[in-house]
């Protein structure tokens, strides 16, 4: 950076840190990194339509194509980044972390509920009825059973709908992501993929929590098998990723670090604690910092540094993946921690300052008027 931009890149740094609070009217302010590559696809809009049963009620899904839109709308208003489509990747990264039988239901699952009934068509697929693990542990597995039942035995929760555009749209987030990958690792320092649906709850045999295929996940198994002995994931999601834990969780070749709000009142509630560390060859590898409700950038930013030193001391051979989710904010419609839109400049500051190649992946994030500013914002950390 020459040092005329060196001062004034100072200056902004000043002003995000001193600005309180913000919304899109400010997005001008930040100055991003100036051609930025930004990944996307269109196929996510298909994804659309969704309902979700929270506390017993249908309602409109928080995960909906204007989070991604949003995104999109304040990049280009803040800056000259090259906007590009996902390359088509097929299936073999996807069948490296999840398991057949989940891919084989997402694909075919809605065709066999309008065949038999299952559906209308009109109202998304979500099961009513689940094989946990006290069923299962009669020996059943779902095979044999009919795929629209069978989602059951796959899924999470009843926040996860399916319409006719789900298997698209999930197979599309994973190109995203991927693509993202290619472009970091092509000599690209930072890349930005707009995965949606997200991804960091789905499991090797198991999807929920707004995700189906786990995009950062894949692309953390595609850098392994690239030839890399060291890959870190960096999570700040507010949300814990189950499923990056799981998929990883005996692995010592690929680092989980994820901040996220205390499971012990937020979903998924059953995963995320401080004593999940791993285990057999990737004990020691798996790192949550659980938080408590209203936290504020000064207690998240020193729990991001701890994370940030666990990354440093692994120290990746590989692009660090980020699971990048801004359900932290404030206002954020499902959540509980307390960051403002000018708190993400010192976020993106804070992993910049690791410097390392970065693949950016989208995951949550439900205030719909202020996404796009957050996003100016903690890409803005990484400076112009
Ligand atoms: N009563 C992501 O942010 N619903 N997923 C929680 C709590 C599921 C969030 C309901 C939230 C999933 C990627
Ligand atoms: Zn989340």
Redesign the pocket.
């Given at each position: 950076m020459a040092l005329a931009a060196r001062v004034i890149w100072a200056a902004v740094q000043r002003s995000v840190a001193a600005r309180p609070t913000s919304d899109e009217a400010s997005v001008h302010c930040f100055l991003v990194p100036a051609q930025l590559a930004v990944v996307s696809s269109s196929a996510h809009l298909a994804h659309d339509g969704l309902v979700e049963v929270?506390?017993g009620r249908p309602i409109p899904c928080y995960e909906k194509p204007e989070r991604i839109s949003a995104i999109e709308r304040a990049l280009a208003d803040a800056g000259d980044h090259r906007f590009l489509s996902a390359r088509e990747h097929g299936l073999r990264p996807i069948t490296d972390v999840h398991e057949p039988a989940l891919v084989d239901l997402l694909e075919h699952v809605w065709t066999d509920a309008v065949a038999s009934g299952a559906t209308d068509g009109a109202a998304p697929l979500i099961p009513d009825t689940f094989l946990v693990g006290p069923m299962a542990a009669g020996g059943y597995d779902g095979t044999g059973t009919a795929r629209p039942a069978r989602l059951g035995a796959h899924c999470l929760?009843t926040?996860t709908p399916m319409v006719a555009g789900t298997y698209a749209a999930a197979r599309a987030a994973v190109d995203v992501a991927l693509t993202t990958a290619d472009l970091v690792l092509g000599g690209e320092s930072l890349a930005y993929g707009l995965c949606r649906p997200?991804g960091?709850?789905a499991a090797r045999a198991m999807y929920g929590?707004?995700?189906f295929f786990n995009n950062a996940a894949i692309v953390a198994e595609h850098l392994a098998a690239g030839g890399a002995n060291r890959v870190a994931i960096l999570d700040v999601?507010?949300?814990h990723g189950n499923g990056t834990q799981q998929i990883f969780w005996e692995r010592s070749d690929v680092l989980y670090v994820s901040l996220h709000a205390d499971p012990a009142r937020a979903?998924p509630y059953f995963s995320g604690h401080a004593d999940e560390t791993g285990a057999g060859p990737g004990q020691g590898f798996n790192r949550n910092f659980p938080l408590p409700a209203g936290t504020r950038i000064d207690a998240y930013a020193a729990t991001l540094d701890q994370a940030c030193t666990t990354i440093a001391d692994f120290d990746p051979d590989a692009p660090l993946v980020v699971s990048l989710?801004f359900?932290t904010f404030e206002r954020d419609p499902?959540a509980d921690l307390g960051l403002t839109t000018g708190d993400y400049a010192r976020l993106g500051a804070m992993i910049a300052a690791l410097d390392r190649p970065t693949v950016l992946l989208q995951?949550?994030g439900y205030a719909i008027d202020a996404i796009g500013a957050n996003a100016v914002s903690f890409l803005s950390g990484f400076g112009p």
């Open positions: 929270m506390a929760d926040a997200p960091h709850h929590g707004y995700c999601d507010y949300h979903f989710g359900d499902i995951e949550g």
